[in-house]
């Protein structure tokens, strides 16, 4: 930090278990990571390239070397799983992660339907290669699952390997743990919390409201993801009370 | 592409006559247009200088040397036409194309109120000079042109040498095309297109929602513009049924 | 200006005391603030490093002087000024501005509860070593200050030995000078120019629709504040007439 205020909230540093920023890039150049590294790289603990953005990215090889470079790991977003699922090429996306040398991988059914168990073994069988991030949650809007079926979703993925399990939101943040206007569906959340660890759980919240609850309801340490690379930084202040938004709830605790 | 997906919607390549995707410019620093054709200069055909901004944009003529080192046309937001002929310059807009170089123009009456005649005859004019294209809609929310205008008025900039016509929905995506919520005109589309060839239109379509729905409607060799040059990546990815919005889609055909 | 376009208005040019524009920094690298210069140096007159981002900032330090050598002074966000003021490290906050070499600070109240009194002796007490802006209106859109008590508290705060006095309306523009929809507050903004020269004003601004209100409202060189750094050439061109939100406005004149 660049000077020294009193009763700023402890931050967890890296490598980090909780306290942890997933943060979406979906399409910066070579020179840009470098910049997000620069500027972000120490509150940043993991980078997904959204979607299947990576099928049409350039010079991929050296991007994820350039994150690499810096401890950041990089994964596929969890759609790009679904693809090659979808087209039968499992086999292929294993090969996939191989040859890319990825350590982290995401496990997802937001686009297909998956059976549960089927989804629970490509979790089994991706935990022995890499570290898996399974995500719970559907990117159609008009599919909404109940808390009861999150939970039983939720500890199922972990039982089978799952490092962490995500909770959907989209890049806009308008599905799965949100309605259509962004807001979070508080009751879905809470009810989570009473079964499944806090740290277990990585929340996507890509919008500024969202993350302000997130960190009032679990605090400054909550595991928050899609979070933009040009975010990073307010984030990190939301995060240590220094913005308006959280600036009273750490002064009150 | 990085590895291989069965069954991927097949895309055109440049040069290209459909699946066209013009990108709007408005303010990149030189480095940042490096940084936008080393990510997506394979997937953007066309930029567009957003409105008048080319009148305090600093390096100009660097800029537009980067970008057609790269085989990427440059061109004036249409804007820019209409203020110089409403200073009825329009005789300096003609020696400005010549003084830059450029290989494009754009005709348009968005903010000015111009006889159709007259629209017509610089559509003639310039189309001696460079590769025009013209758009069609109001800037002004209020102005509603009824579906048969909107055809009659195309068909005559066809006619006049217009290379393609652009329906208008400015950078947001609030006019034109489009109501002021950003919903598509639907029936203003669909009766445009059984008069007009689709691969003669481009839609500017800025919103994620926006593309989808010309996707949908048309396949991935939709001609679309007003893309922001960090929604390009993303846009390519709607095209090849790769992103959730349209993972479905292309499934089914 | 690349070329001669008859009958722009005319703009005020640096050092500006009016036509002032202020930038928000949230979090650019090093390279991107050469970037912004680049493209937007001489229409920025003065850029805030946002709320308290100067906290997690690396190389703050190096920032600065990049801004210092383009001759743009920069301040920290008034939340910093705040976050010391609570804390009661004020003369920490003193002693900071010292060690950095800035030339502004800002002097706020939009998260903490600050008697006026008080608030006008910090003002007094900064003046004396830097140029002081002052901010009225508060962050929390509950708190709904009568147009009667900006005008006492603003005139209150120049008397005190401020520079100019900043209306507040967040990064999103959403409080203080403006409804919860953006809107702006007519009434309010109308009632204070009754009292308070505009020259001493700046008006955060952060949202196309709100510059153009104040454009239309007050002309090409009303002072705007809390512009994103990619916002600044779309800013100018709005100034200039050269786009279409404001085209037709200068046309009239």
Redesign the interface.
Known sequence: ???????IPSRTVKPRNSGFTMAMD???????V???I??????VDIVKL???????????REKIDIYRAADIPVYFGG??F???V??N?FD?YVR?LD?YQLSFAEVSD???TLDHGQKCRYIETLAKQVTVLSEVGS?DAAKIIPPYKWIEQMRKELDAGAWKVIGEA?E?GTVGLFRDSGEVRQGLVEEILTQIPEEQIIWEAPQ?EQQVWFIKLLGSNVNLGNIAP?E???L??LR?G???DT??FF?NL
Request: hydrophobic share 35%; no cysteine; net charge neutral.
């Open positions: 930090m660049n000077y020294v205020l009193k009763s979906k399409g910066l150049s070579l020179r840009e470098e910049d997000f620069e500027v972000s790289g120490d509150y959204g979607w299947a953005t990576s099928f049409v990215t350039k010079k991929l759609t790009l679904e693809a090659f979808i087209r090429q292929d996939l040859e937001g686009s297909i990117k989209r806009g500024k040009n990073i930084i307010p990190e202040t240590l220094l913005r308006g600036f009273d002064l």
